[in-house]
């Protein structure tokens, strides 16, 4: 059964996801590192990523349905923010538990995600 946990304005998710999209490479040898963990909780939504030099984080405002950590790949949300019009609102919900489905209006995306026990932290 499908849980949404956000709902985020997507020009300013697409602020956060450039930013850390500079840290993260996309042709990397250990893949968690094309990863950032996106972590959903009062009112707002922390984008970490990181390439085990350096670390970004930021918060962004957010709808948060439910409290949620995971890591997402960072170009494939950098995309879709990308590809929404800059008015949208992207909502995230948990359809099981390797993925991830992003809707905009009518257009869908999934995505896979990562436990956030996996992610690196400094």
């Keep these: 059964m499908s849980k949404p946990f956000m709902q985020v ?3 300013r998710l697409l602020r956060a996801l450039r930013l850390a999209g500079q840290v993260t ?3 990397n040898t250990v893949p968690i590192l094309d990863y950032l963990l996106i972590d959903a909780r009062d009112g707002a939504v922390r984008v970490t990523a990181t390439d085990w030099d350096c670390e970004f984080s930021q918060s962004v405002e957010a709808e948060v349905d439910a ?3 995971l890591a997402l790949p960072t170009h494939k949300l950098l995309q879709i923010a990308s590809a929404v019009p ?3 609102f992207l909502r995230f919900t ?3 538990n390797d993925r991830v489905s992003v809707t905009s209006g009518r257009t869908r995306f999934v995505v896979p995600s990562i436990s956030a026990g ?3 932290r400094f």
């Design 25 to 27: 490479e996309r042709k």
């Design 94 to 96: 948990l359809p099981d």
């Design 86 to 88: 800059k008015d949208a």
């Design 67 to 69: 409290p949620t950590t």
């Design 9 to 11: 304005a997507a020009s």
């Design 118 to 120: 996996e992610f690196p």
